[in-house]
């Protein structure tokens, strides 16, 4: 709260408040005006681009990289119809950085971009789809937020799954002792499972079709899933990659009937992503009862 002494003090606070909402309203149109009088270019592609930078000599990603992005894409009538900010990832959706089969793919703009740049792309209609119009376009932000060379991102990742395997052989040897459930065995992928109730002799095999209820638990036995709750048992065909790679094959442990445990390591698990409920590098506890 101001408390003003006397009319000349009053005078001099409205003279710096005018000039104060002056100087705003000049910049407010002059940023815009900055923003929309950068040019058009073009690829080779055919692909018009801008592109919004600090520092245009920065290192640019080759493909090869590892790169982390956000995208959105929007159609001729300015709809979102694509927004990777939807896998909730905070430092990006990652993707290794390859060249398209197609002949212009927006993809080929981060190869223009530093990290932290920005662009705006439009792609005719006509070159994305087959029957679309030359007059009409698709539009897309792009935000390289980081990239890595492929043999920096590669060692990497090397000394990370190697970090990882000791963390979660200690995180699943103090889940079976604090669960006392020393009669769990390892596989040769690296579960660990354990039968509790044995039902027929009919085994799961490879391309079979199988059911089934599970309870799904971090090892802190935080739930991510549960099938009961949802009164809707879940079935998939063994060897398809239609589940993690833990579950696909752990499951051919059981037999139609069996109620167990099926301990997943991360790394045949969700990995290094974060899904849902289950946070990156999480090891993944599934009580199964196989229903058929």
């Not at 190869?111 to 439009?122: E, F, I, N, T, Y």
């Amino acid at each position: 709260m101001f408390f003003i002494k006397n009319k000349n003090e009053c005078f001099i606070l409205q003279r710096k408040m005018h000039r104060f909402i002056f100087i705003i309203l000049f910049l407010i149109p002059l940023g815009v005006f900055s923003f929309c009088k950068k040019k058009w270019s073009k690829t080779p592609s055919g692909i018009y681009y801008k592109i919004y930078t600090n520092d245009t000599s920065k290192a640019k990603p080759v493909y090869g990289d590892h790169i982390w992005m956000h995208l959105r894409k929007y159609s001729p009538k300015e709809k979102e119809i694509f927004n990777t900010r939807i896998f909730d990832a905070a430092k990006g959706v990652e993707m290794d950085y390859k060249r398209s089969d197609k002949n212009a793919d927006v993809t080929e703009i981060f190869s223009l971009l530093g990290k932290g740049d920005s662009a705006l792309v439009k792609i005719s209609a006509a070159i994305l789809d087959s029957n679309g119009s030359k007059k009409k376009y698709y539009s897309f932000w792009m935000n390289l937020i980081d990239f890595k060379t492929k043999d920096v991102y590669g060692t990497e990742k090397k000394a990370h799954y190697q970090q990882q395997l000791v963390l979660d052989s200690l995180s699943i040897a103090d889940y079976i002792n604090k669960h006392d459930i020393h009669q769990a065995q390892q596989d040769e992928y690296g579960n660990w499972f354990l039968i509790q109730q044995h039902g027929t002799e009919k085994s799961v095999k490879e391309n079979d079709s199988v059911t089934i209820h599970y309870v799904g638990k971090l090892t802190n036995n935080n739930q991510f899933d549960n099938s009961y709750d949802r009164k809707q048992p879940f079935s998939f065909i063994v060897g398809k990659k239609q589940v993690i790679e833990g579950l696909d094959k752990g499951i051919r442990h059981f037999y139609v009937g069996d109620k167990g445990i099926l301990i997943i390591p991360s790394r045949l698990g969700y990995g290094d992503k974060e899904v849902g409920k289950i946070p990156s590098n999480s090891v993944l506890i599934f009580e199964i009862e196989v229903l058929k």
